[in-house]
């Protein structure tokens, strides 16, 4: 079986803290987060029980997680119990670390150009950059919607399969 890496998004990363802490948290998150959340993890934890897939975090959804999650949790509190379950996610999942470079911002300004909603959120385009550079990612996880359902990068991720770019399709999905 070949390689496969899931790169997960933000809202996708923040549902799981949530999920892990929830109890902890002096002001909860919604009920909801905490069910998809660990829905999430129980999926990723199957995947996992394969060698040879790998969970990947960019370094923008990895910077875009901790100034989110310190946005919402003003209580320090709060937001270093999450910090500590964004660490537990990490070593549970052995989830890799993908930091940026050359070809992922050629990418992101790719996504941007051709898709105006998402170029609106450059770091949205940053994150999705990581994995469609990524020649061996499978999936992306995301909530986002405008994410899902960009036809733009659909095409895009198609032309660099077909130019040798990517070795197989990215699916983008919240993995539900």
Known sequence: MEKQR???DTSVLICCIH?????KLKKGPKK???KY?????????????NPEVEIVVSSEALGETVNKLKDIHKDIDDFLECIRGLWDIFNELGVEYCPSGEEVDRIAIEIAKR???L??????CQIVAHALADKDS????TLERKIINSSALKELS?????????????KITSYE
């Open 6 to 8: 899931i790169h997960l």
């Open 19 to 23: 999920a892990k802490v929830a109890r």
């Open 32 to 34: 909801d987060e905490i």
């Open 37 to 49: 959340g660990n829905g999430l993890l129980s999926k990723l934890r199957g995947e996992k029980e």
């Open 115 to 117: 898709d105006k909603l």
């Open 119 to 124: 170029g609106s959120e450059f770091s949205d």
């Open 138 to 141: 499978t999936v992306f996880v």
């Open 158 to 170: 198609g032309e660099m399969k077909k130019n040798k770019q990517r070795e197989r399709d990215m």
